[in-house]
Structures are given as structure tokens and as C-alpha cells.
């Protein structure tokens, strides 16, 4: 019988064996890999006796047409009252109203955590001469920092009045000509998000936690959240933990928790990148480094990701990449991304024999040269097959 996920004792999920978990299909290609990574997360479910009870909310386009809204309440609602969830791209309505419907549901739904484990797998193309090195998870906060989205345009009354503001209050000589953005980052936001990063880490048996920051330049933001997550560790986690300066960089056999200027860090995850373990990071940075290190693994098709709040028990799972609309409908895509995010889902559910059946099902098929258009193109001796078909052939090796 289908039942509903809720937190139990202690803040950990209470999942049945026939959850019902929402959906959003997707806007563009969404129409193609939802039905494939749909059909392989069923199979890998049912090989272990459970099933999901999908059930399907609208955002996006498809939500604009049905009800004139991009992102209903009655789908809000929904997240917040069966907690977890998995979408496809969205598009992003052009010229007003809302920003992003990815962002205004981590918004609404509180999701601090922009989760994005990112892992080669082995014979997937990639630029990089030794990507099996690159393993690392990035814990990016979900809320303040940019996607805050407190911004005024050049030229409006708004950004003249903050402009006036400014240089009356602190001095500050700004452009009139300028629009203007505020950086929010806070104590509150900074060690949740560091919190969950650590919680991670010791229980998957990680090595090392990284800071990354700019609080060489940005003192008060990016400078802060180093400070902050460093007490963090001194605060709550001293007994498994240690921070770089209060150990010398030899942890003693405890989790090392270490900081980097996000623009060097950018260039280590390259040429250094098997020293990087977790890495907790403000928003805009995490943004870079995520996308930069799938490239890394195979491009943004293949890469996950995973909107969490640890503290409520809600957590959306979604493709990474966009919504490619010029592929819609042509079979074509690799549903690589929405199906490693529903392999975090699982893993997040504590299914984690169905999730490594369908990591190690995809290696295989991949192995086997069975993929995608987009990697068929720069492997020798591939066979390329449709969307469908490389599910198909992913729930044949399950």
C-alpha cells in the first residue's frame, strides 16, 4: 500500500516499501529522459521488493499552459507534504515574474543544500588525462549569496535611492550608472550548511572537508563563512574533526577540515584534484565548481544533484543540466543526470542496494560502449543508441 515518507525520532526518515514520492517530468528533453530514468529506478526498486508511487505535480511549461501558473502552490504543497521529490529542467520564464522555478522552489522549500557528488565512471569521455582521480561532493549553500536575488537595476529610482543610501550612510562612492546586488551570507546559513557538510563526511567515512571562500578579498562574507565553519568544527565536532591550524594539517585519524581561495581551488581541482574530498562552499562559488568538475567526468548530462534540508526532512532531486528544447521529443538525450539524481534519491531513502545495482548497471552499458549520442561521438567503436534504449539496456544488466 502506498504511503506517504515522514520524519521519524531523531530527525532520520520513515520510508515504506511503496512510497509516494512527487515528480516533476520537465520542461524540453524532459519529455524523453523523465520515462527513462523512470523505468530504470522501477526496475532496480522491484529487484529488491519495493516500488515508488509516482505521483505527478506541475512547474514549468507544462504547468503554464494547464493552469496560466509556472509553479502552482498546489505543487509547493505537495513537496512540503510528501518531502521528497525528483524533477526534470525547467525552463526559466523570460522578462519578469519568477527568476528561476529551480530557485524559487529551493527558496520556498528552505532546501540550504545544493548537494552535487560528483564521480567518473569508468569509460565515459573525458577531457582531463586522469578523471578516475576526481571524487569529491560539494555541499553548496542553496539560499543566500546570490541566489538571495537582492538586486536593483541600473537607472531605476530603486538602485538611485540605494546608491544615495549608501554614500550616506558609509561613504561608499558607487557609480550612478550602476545596478547593484547585496551578498547575504550569515552565521545561521554558513554553519547549517557546514554542519551538513561535516555530517556527510563522517558518515560515509570521508577524509577531509574544504572551506572554499573568497575571504581574501571579501572579508565579511566569504572571509566569515571560513571563520564560522572553523568554530563549527571546535563547537560541535572536535570529537571527530580537527581544523587545519589547530592540528598542523595531521588530523591524528580525524576528519580534516581545511579552507582554499575559491579561484586557486578552481585550478587544484585540475591539476590536484585526488586531495579534495567534500567541499562546503558559499553559493556562487559552488555554482563554478560543480560545473567545472562534471566537465571533468563527463559533462553536465552525467552530473546529479540533490536539493536538501536535513533539519525538515525535505529534499528535491533534479537534473543538473537544462532543458535543451531543440532535442524534445527526438529520444535522443542521455538521461544520465536525472538518473544518478534518482540514485541519490535512493541513497537519501537508504536504498543503497538498489542505488548501487543501478551505478553498477550503468558502468556496465557504459563498459560496453551502449550510449548516448553525446558520448557515441567521441568514443571509437560505440554503439549509439536513443534515450529509451540506453535505459532499456541499463535495466537488461541490472
Known amino acids: 500500500m502506498a504511503e506517504k515518507i515522514t520524519m ?18 520537465g520542461d524540453g528533453t524532459g519529455i524523453d529522459i523523465w520515462p527513462a530514468a523512470q523505468l530504470v529506478m522501477d526496475a532496480a526498486a522491484a529487484k529488491h521488493g519495493k516500488r515508488i508511487s509516482w505521483k505527478e505535480v506541475l512547474a514549468g511549461e507544462k504547468a503554464y499552459k494547464e493552469t496560466g501558473d509556472w509553479l502552482p502552490e498546489e505543487t509547493v504543497e505537495t513537496f512540503r507534504e510528501y518531502l521528497i521529490g525528483i524533477k526534470g529542467p525547467l525552463t526559466t520564464p523570460v522578462g519578469g515574474g ?8 529551493r527558496q520556498l522549500l528552505d532546501l540550504y543544500v545544493c548537494l552535487r557528488p560528483v564521480r567518473w565512471f569508468s569509460g565515459v569521455p573525458s577531457p582531463v ?6 571524487d569529491m561532493v560539494i555541499f553548496r549553500e542553496n539560499t543566500e549569496d546570490i541566489y538571495a536575488g537582492l538586486e536593483v537595476e541600473e537607472g531605476t529610482p530603486e538602485a538611485a535611492r540605494l546608491i544615495d543610501l549608501l554614500h550616506d550612510a558609509f561613504g561608499w562612492e558607487i557609480r550612478k550608472d550602476s545596478g547593484i546586488g547585496i551578498k547575504p551570507v550569515s552565521e545561521t546559513g554558513s554553519k547549517r550548511l557546514v554542519r551538513a557538510a561535516l555530517n556527510y563526511a563522517v558518515r560515509h ?12 578579498i571579501q572579508k565579511f562574507t566569504e572571509g566569515a563563512f571560513r571563520n564560522w565553519g572553523y568554530e563549527l568544527v571546535r563547537e560541535e565536532f572536535a570529537d571527530v574533526a580537527v581544523g587545519w591550524d589547530d592540528c598542523g594539517g595531521d588530523p591524528g585519524g580525524k576528519i580534516l577540515v581545511k579552507d582554499a581561495i575559491a579561484d586557486i581551488t578552481l585550478q587544484q581541482v585540475l591539476t590536484r584534484p585526488d586531495e579534495f574530498d567534500v567541499i562546503a562552499t558559499t553559493n556562487l562559488n559552488g555554482d563554478y565548481l560543480s560545473d567545472a568538475l562534471a566537465a571533468q567526468v563527463g559533462g553536465i548530462g552525467i552530473a546529479p544533484g540533490g536539493n536538501i534540508n536535513y533539519v525538515s526532512g525535505h529534499g528535491i532531486f533534479e537534473a543538473t543540466h537544462g532543458t535543451a528544447p531543440k ?10 543526470s536525472l538518473l544518478l539524481s534518482g540514485v541519490m534519491m535512493f541513497e537519501h531513502l537508504e536504498w543503497l542496494d538498489a542505488a548501487r545495482d543501478i551505478v553498477s548497471a550503468l558502468e556496465r552499458t557504459i563498459a560496453e560502449k551502449i550510449v548516448t549520442y553525446d558520448f557515441a561521438r567521441l568514443m571509437e567503436g560505440a554503439t549509439e543508441v536513443k534515450c529509451s534504449e540506453f535505459a532499456q539496456a541499463i535495466v537488461e544488466r541490472l
Request: glycine share 12%.
Open 8 to 25: 521519524g525520532a531523531g530527525g532520520a526518515l520513515r520510508v515504506p516499501d511503496e512510497p509516494i514520492v512527487p515528480f516533476i517530468q
Open 98 to 105: 519568477i527568476r528561476s522555478l529551480n530557485v524559487a522552489l
Open 129 to 134: 588525462k586522469h578523471p578516475e582521480k576526481v
Open 205 to 216: 567515512g570521508r577524509k577531509s572537508v574544504t572551506l572554499v571562500h573568497k575571504g581574501n
Open 327 to 336: 532535442y524534445a521529443g527526438q529520444d535522443k538525450v542521455n538521461p544520465g
